[in-house]
């Protein structure tokens, strides 16, 4: 996040908060040590359940089938699987009108990675969503949960040594989910069960919440509110202005807007 009007909070000139999401394995291995060697602190937003169930997050479950097997493929088998699911009696939307409803515009993805996305990340109910994952990923994946979870993501002392050596760490859910696609009960248990996580890592008088996915809504921000969050970042792709912006909805730049990836910095 780089950010705008820096003299309103004594920040220096060109300010930038460096933040990585989901907690994966390679910000210690390699973010961890430039930054230490730089006398840069990172900010580091984990997800809960991959450290405390050994589970692989939907998101990265769905990365690992999109980047196995070609998406025109896992798009017939999920309609396969919903058809299999109506014919038991689930009531489900066609998969016509499911693919009209979950496919848009996106920066990055074709058509059909964002409905398989989109689909599997929130478009159905969650109980048919993880049967449906948990299906493609054991035809296609067939690799065990812990072996992978305990290969991709932090652990907890690695965790604990960043912290040590003045990294800082935020919430970024227990789950994963789309906060603003679920239940208030739903979305306030998750941000609950992380905080309470992560007790001794995150001070819960003044943490800073990283929605996932970018989804967030005023129900969350003002439950995050009454929990001493003082900061909310999303993915809304923009130069952050700290004197003007909601700093509960605060803007950040990807790194895929920077070389080699693109040149989409320049814009902003
Ligand atoms: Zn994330």
Redesign the pocket.
Known sequence: MKIKNQNYYGLPENAALLTF??GYVDHYTNVFPILKNRGIQGSF?V?AKPLAENKV?D?NKIHYLLATVDSSVLVDNIFLILNRYRYQGELIESNEELYNKFTGKSRFDTQEVIFIKSLLQYGLDAGLRDLVIQELFHKYIDVSEELLSKEWYLNWEQICCMKSAGMFFGL??YE?FWLSEVSNGIMEKDIECALDYFDGIIDRSCWVM?Y??GSYNNEVISFIKAQNCKLGLTTEVRVADISNDDLFELPRLDTNDFPPKSKNYKKF
Do not use: E
């Open positions: 999401d989901d937003f997800s997050l998101v970024h859910g994963h990283n996932p996915y």
